[in-house]
């Protein structure tokens, strides 16, 4: 899910970078709801694992189900601390964009909530009457458009809208969102992907009809060469919502979309606020996914999650009707907020599907060393990255790549010792950069330049100093950060990013991640590791057809990357607070977004 799943949230801590050096020794934090809150998350990551059935065509018929006790009208305020460096459906692949997308735009399919909690989903047809039918095991899926779907400015919207929206991904100014549907009509791993049609749609040419068929209208019908039973699941991202034909402005449309969801965006000032709007042109009786309940959307950028928290807390004026789509709450709140019995039924959690990774850059000479490499992971403190979030109540110490969430996770594994020493092992690291000659090595740590950034930098930095590295801080902006760490000539020699499974299964967490073949500008194989084990294996597993013997080759696979291979040491396995004003209804975490579901709030 985005693109290393979210950009990194913000925390403010209350101690000083040298006290955080000083107290990332254990695995400090809050830890508020002790063994019932642990239990808790343990059978919220095991309920994720579940496979999300498909709806029938009854299911993807609008309105969608009514929230209980919901009224029209009002402005909700939205504080959030990243802006937006993409609204192009193409280019969004960052939880915090997807977040937004959700109220902007549509696509083929989407995840449908069954009942009030955000718990229970099944995939259904958004923009298409059903979840897809295949009648070969999946190397053709056909999809029928409904009546009364439309962009904002009224223009319908038809099969030719479809087939452009896929064939736009193929030219190269579409670079920072998922590749599945491009690889899997490509039929080909990584990048080689675009050699099907470089400049997409833009200069005439078209994906023939034996790949991308649209015989009328209303008719899409997708032609793999292989079977891709998981190809619905792909149609629900983001990334993959609808594409108006005749307004596509190429990159002029990342900064203003012609949308198709409830809201409209009537403003947009990067970095500064965004204010969304109905969209009159939506029709709910064509929506089984999203509400129209409020009549604004303010959001307000720079939000830091120390300020966003204290402003819902105090509960006064225009925050009685506030919410963030992405600010959590702060570490230094964190347990204030799940100790306080009066900010029950404001406050949603849940644990999420997001793995802190620090990448080792592997186009970087002195990073090939495998001594190196191991040096830094054995040295590499992950204390402080959790202390950073708020301690145990934000985050799991991690030992592998697959999350609790993803089916096959493997709680036991712990190659680098860090679930027992989460300060890591400086000692062990500077006997191997001995070993290697290389004590004194410079390394360039690039962080998220934010509180939390800022905070958990200085100390990690620090237990890499001990080991005997040389370590030089350079901040990278929030709103660009995953654009930053994305291109290929970067200065960073290490660097971390958050990435969750697009669906419940590793074949959307190794094969972007870590297929050496996906190696290009603005992809996510962040690390640039081009290991030929990595590559056949990926391909090998991807053709097994049994999900659960699936699953235990994706985490074998997954263990051999961050044991063998060096190229990731895992930071973080994720979960989420957040807290709204007293004015907010339909308040939910949701499972598959992640965060608070904003499709069904509305204004008491």
Not at 216 to 242: E, Q, S
Not at 389 to 408: K, L, Q, R
Not at 449 to 454: C, K, L, T
Request: hydrophobic fraction near 35%.
């Amino acid at each position: 899910m985005g693109k290393g799943g979210r950009p990194a949230r913000t925390a403010v801590l209350l101690l000083a970078a040298g006290a955080l050096v000083l107290t990332g020794c254990s695995e400090g934090g809050s830890d508020s709801g002790g063994k019932d809150r642990r239990d808790k998350d343990n059978a919220n990551a095991k309920r994720q694992q579940a496979t999300i059935g498909f709806g029938d065509a009854k299911d993807s018929q609008g309105p969608a189900p009514e929230v209980p006790g919901a009224k029209s009208g009002g402005t909700i305020q939205v504080p959030a601390r990243d802006s937006y460096a993409h609204l192009d459906p193409g280019q969004i692949y960052v939880q915090n964009e997807m977040a937004v997308a959700l109220l902007l735009h549509r696509g083929l399919t989407g995840y449908k909530s069954i009942g009030d909690d955000g718990k229970r989903h099944e995939l259904v047809g958004d923009l298409a009457t059903d979840a897809g039918t295949t009648t070969d095991g999946g190397k053709s899926w056909k999809y029928t458009l409904k009546d009364g779907i439309k962009f904002e400015d009224g223009s319908p919207i038809t099969s030719a809208d479809i087939r452009h929206t896929f064939e736009r991904q193929f030219a190269s100014f579409i670079n920072q969102g998922p590749p599945y549907i491009q690889q899997w009509l490509g039929d080909t791993p990584g990048a080689d992907y675009r050699k099907l049609l470089p400049d997409g749609p833009f200069k005439g040419k078209h994906l023939p009809d034996s790949i991308l068929e649209t015989p009328d209208a209303k008719t899409v019908v997708f032609h793999f060469k292989k079977p891709h039973a998981d190809f619905p699941y792909a149609l629900a991202m983001a990334g993959y919502a609808v594409v108006s034909q005749k307004g596509d402005t190429k990159e002029k449309y990342d900064k203003d979309p012609l949308v198709s969801g409830p809201y409209k965006i009537q403003s947009f000032r990067s970095g500064k606020s965004m204010v969304l709007v109905k969209n009159t042109n939506w029709d709910a009786k064509t929506d089984p996914l999203r509400h129209q309940y409020v009549d604004r959307f303010n959001i307000t950028f720079n939000q830091q999650y120390e300020d966003s928290t204290k402003a819902l807390l105090a509960d006064t004026g225009a925050d009685r009707t506030a919410v963030s789509f992405q600010n959590s709450v702060d570490a230094g709140n964190l347990s204030k907020v799940l100790k306080d019995p009066k900010m029950k039924s404001r406050t949603v959690l849940g644990y999420q599907p997001y793995v802190g990774q620090m990448n080792i850059n592997l186009s970087h000479p002195a990073m090939k060393d495998k001594k190196v490499r191991e040096a830094i992971a054995y040295a590499l403190p992950v204390s402080p990255f959790q202390r950073a979030y708020g301690g145990a109540d934000a985050m799991e110490i991690p030992g592998g790549i697959i999350s609790p969430t993803v089916s096959g996770y493997d709680p036991s594994f712990d190659p680098w010792g860090k679930k027992k020493k989460p300060a890591g092992d400086p000692a062990k690291a500077k006997k191997l950069l001995e070993e290697a000659g290389k004590v004194g090595l410079k390394l360039t740590f690039g962080y998220i330049n934010s509180a939390e950034g800022q905070a958990y930098s200085t100390a990690m930095a620090a237990g890499l100093k001990k080991a005997g590295f040389d370590v030089q801080r350079q901040e990278i902006p929030a709103e660009t950060y995953y654009d930053q760490v994305s291109k290929l000539k970067n200065n960073y020699d290490i660097f971390n990013t958050n990435w969750a499974a697009d669906w419940p299964s590793a074949s959307t967490v190794i094969p972007p991640l870590y297929d050496g073949r996906a190696i290009a500008e603005g992809a996510q194989n962040y690390s640039q590791v081009n290991d030929p084990k990595i590559n056949s294996e990926i391909d090998r597993i991807n053709k097994i057809t049994d999900p659960a013997k699936a699953a235990a080759e994706w985490e074998k696979l997954g263990q051999y990357i961050v044991k063998d291979v060096v190229n990731v040491v895992p930071t973080g396995y994720f979960k989420q607070t957040q807290i709204a004003g007293s004015k907010i209804g339909g308040l939910v975490y949701d499972d598959i977004i992640a965060s608070v579901d904003p499709r069904r709030l509305y204004v008491k």
